[in-house]
Each structure stands twice: as C-alpha cells, then as structure tokens.
C-alpha cells in the first residue's frame, strides 16, 4: 500500500510510480495506491480505503469457502449482493452507488427519467 499525496503528481514522481508499478507486477506483488480521496470523501458512508479492506477480507473467506466445496461452483464473489454484514445497519452495505440507484428508479416511476438504471457506468 502506497500513500499518494500531491506530489505523485510532478514528473519526478510520475518516473518513480511507473517504475514501482512495473516492479510490483514483475514479481506479482499487489500495489494498493491510496490518495486522500480514498480516505476523505464518502461513498455510501464509506471511505473506499475501508470499503477495499473490508471486501478483499470477504474475498479471502468466499475464496476460501469456495475451495472447500462449501460454495456452488458456479458461485460467483459481488459484494453488493451482500445482503447483512454485522455492524452495519443498512441492507446491502457492500453496494456502492445503492442510494443512486434507488433514486433513479424513483425518478423513473415519476416520469422524470426513461430508465430505471444507469444506462453507463463511470469508476471512481
């Protein structure tokens, strides 16, 4: 994991993220590069840093469960169809964008939209 501030930004710096970047897939190491935005802007009531944490652990355990037959074959790993997760109080508290989405399909219902659901989608 990486801490980028402002100054990945300059040339310099830009150099020696490129080379870092190709050291870590040379040898197939994960490389995590975080800014202030992944801590300090909201997404659903998390910071993405803590979102990212907490969905790779749930991975670890699918993936896991999986290897041990305890999933179906054809189970496929999507935190949004996480229905509870102890500690959070929301349905689906792994779903990025829930709130946009129940918006928009409450402005379809209304009229003011042609769909119910984002017809693209743009990564943060």
């Known amino acids: ?17 490129a080379v870092k970047n190709r050291l870590a897939e040379r040898f197939d190491l994960p490389l995590l590069r975080v800014r ?10 998390w910071d993405l840093l803590t979102w990212i944490v907490d969905v790779w652990f749930l991975q670890q355990e699918a993936d896991r469960m999986y290897a041990e037959d305890q999933l ?16 959070h109080k929301r349905r689906f508290p792994y779903w990025l964008g829930l709130d946009a989405q129940l918006k928009i399909q409450e402005l379809h219902k209304g009229g003011r939209v042609i769909d119910m659901a984002p017809s693209t989608y743009q990564g943060v």
């Open 1 to 17: 994991m990486e801490f980028d501030g402002p100054s990945h930004e300059s040339g310099t710096q830009v150099d020696r993220d």
């Open 72 to 87: 179906p074959y054809d189970f496929d790993f999507d935190p949004a169809f996480i229905i509870s997760s102890p500690g």
């Open 36 to 45: 202030s935005s992944h801590l300090l802007r909201r997404y659903d009531g």
